[in-house]
């Protein structure tokens, strides 16, 4: 069994190398390895190099967003050099290709390997396709979820499966970062299993049933990247300061009150009657710390105290906090009280009534 591998940019980096992992147990195997594709300038050329592996860095236009790519394809000049490029990949006359988080590139690259390419995606398909199933993982509140080997075809995460990972646990305090290394460790020995299985010619193929598709997409994040507070109960308030104040992916949340859309830097429930409608401003918290000051918003099962950042037509931007997976970790101690939540209150309708 002969392979390409295709290793893009987009995984996650932490103290383990998942793509110099992925490498290495490639080499390790008893499959050829007759490629490395990467960006010019990877480091991970340099391991390739030092096991003897040819190398072949991707076109300038092919390291691009989607429509950029597309857009290069419409270039008489460019056809001919990316036909010079995959005819110097087809001399190599792979079995099977890997793809470990690359970005969209020309289905002929994917149809060179006469058993196709196969991608890891981390997160379960049909369901959860797009850049951002940990993002939704968590969102949603799943019990637990998983990664998927999949064919890659000309539309983004709709090939036939061929292998998931072992389910993953959501603990409560999980955040997206967690989720994404985990199966992102998972999805390394999966491949592993994939490509043995092709090899034994032990390969099930499962068509995806599109019908039961949804989407993970940075486009829908941006909607969900707000606080409702007349139909969030304190759960769905915590995802959402999970799914997005634990990462930096652009999005940040937001939350609009007494009409004005604030980041929010952080936010805090406390459960129990509070009095007032859903969604009403109950006052400030009086409280010290960094929570002093911050609106006390009505939610239906309580109270939420959000911290706010810059208001979003400021056109200025909170740094994001440091560690956002300890800060912002469920475990962690409170900062505020419920007993000064509700002296607060307390204070409010006193000054209200003099």
């Known amino acids: 069994m002969t392979l390409l591998l295709l290793v893009g940019s987009r995984c996650p980096e932490w103290r383990i190398d998942y793509r110099k992992q992925l490498l290495l147990r490639v080499l390790g195997s008893p499959y050829q390895l007759v490629t490395l594709i990467v960006a010019a300038g990877d480091p991970l050329a340099a391991v390739a190099a ?20 597309q857009a290069a394809l419409g270039d008489p000049a460019f056809q001919m050099r990316l036909s010079a490029w995959l005819q110097l990949l087809r001399q190599r006359a792979p079995d099977l290709g890997i793809c470990f988080y690359g970005d969209w590139l020309p289905p002929a690259l994917f149809e060179l390997p006469s058993h196709g390419f196969l991608n890891f995606h981390p997160g379960p398909l049909p369901a959860l396709k797009g850049m951002e199933p940990d993002t939704f993982a968590i969102l949603e509140g799943r019990a637990s979820t998983h990664g998927t080997v999949h064919l890659i075809t000309e539309k983004f995460d709709e090939g036939a499966i061929v292998a998931i990972t072992p389910e993953l646990p959501l603990r409560q305090c999980m955040t997206p970062p967690q989720v994404f290394r985990a199966l992102t460790q998972l999805g390394v020995t999966t491949l592993m299993h994939t490509i043995t299985a092709f090899a034994a010619g032990n390969v099930v193929y499962q068509p995806q049933d599109l019908t039961q598709a949804t989407v993970a997409t940075r486009q829908r994040a941006r909607l969900e990247a707000y606080l409702d507070f007349q139909h969030d109960d304190a759960v769905m308030i915590d995802r959402r300061r999970r799914a997005f ?43 010290t ?14 109270i939420a105290i959000v911290r706010l950042g810059y208001p979003i037509d400021s056109k200025m931007m909170s740094a994001p906090p440091p560690q956002p997976e300890v800060r912002f970790d469920r475990s962690r101690p409170s900062l505020t009280s419920l007993h000064l939540v509700r002296q607060s209150l307390e204070d409010i309708l006193d000054a209200s009534l003099a």
């Open 50 to 69: 030092q096991h003897q592996i040819p190398v072949q860095f991707l076109l300038p236009e092919l390291n691009q967003p989607r429509r950029k790519v």
């Open 245 to 287: 104040l634990s990462q930096d992916i652009g999005i940040r949340l937001k939350a609009k009150i007494k009409q004005q859309v604030y980041e929010v830097l952080d936010v805090e429930t406390w459960l129990g009657h509070f009095g007032g409608t859903l969604g009403e401003w109950r006052g400030d918290y009086r409280g």
């Open 289 to 302: 710390g960094l929570f002093a000051g911050a609106p006390m918003m009505r939610i239906s099962n309580g």
